[in-house]
């Protein structure tokens, strides 16, 4: 089943004085299960493309679907729904909260989506190796434990889709094997379908498909023979 459609998708961004035209006619669609990991320069429009895809930002033309309801014209009722029970997000960043626990982070996660369950989160942080560390605070905790506890966090209200924005940019080659590994896991394990862009091409034999961007358009679109 096709989780999310992308159709003719055009972005553009606006000032006073110039049109910009980032993502130029984007077509393709997601299948529950696929791991896709969307590669391109520096500036190609991947992070736009990304926003665009979830619904944190407004397309210029064409159509985004996720389950069939189309993101422009759901009501905010509808989209709200969409985020707390069908979509996570992952961001290079990792976007904790710096002065709650890494427990607390999920749980307030939890919260925030009605879903809060304690046992559900405690075997989470066991299973992704936190549970030692779920009293410490972000800054206290390496950049790979931040990162799976922003994953744990995104998987808390067992979303259908995950989209992760560069997870493994800010992160050392052994943390990155550790957290994309993590990613493996929620795909073979979990189930989950998700949609990474990632700057590393070492990156794509985690995945099971590829989609590359230039320039706003895509110019590859292949399955990966990977496990
Ligand atoms: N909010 C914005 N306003 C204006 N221009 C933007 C905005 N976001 C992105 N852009 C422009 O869109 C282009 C693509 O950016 P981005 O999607 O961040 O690329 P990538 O993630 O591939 O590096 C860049 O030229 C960037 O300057
Ligand atoms: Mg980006």
Redesign the pocket.
Known sequence: MSVLQAKNLC?S???SSFT?E??KGIDFEIEQGDFILIT????????????CLSGL?TITSGEVLINGQNLATITSKEMSNLRKNHIGFVFQAYNLLPNLTLYENVEIASIIASKFNKDKILELLTKFNLIDFKNHFPEQVSGGMQQRCAIVRALINDPDIIFA??PTGNLDSKSSVEVMETFQKLHSEFNKTIVM?THSLDNLKYGNRHIQ?VD?KVIKDERLNNA
């Not at 320069?41 to 992070?47: L, P, R, V």
């Open positions: 972005k961004f606006k000032n910009q980032v993502l391109g320069a520096s500036g190609s429009g991947k992070t736009t493309l990304l926003n930002d924005d560069e862009v961007i706003g």
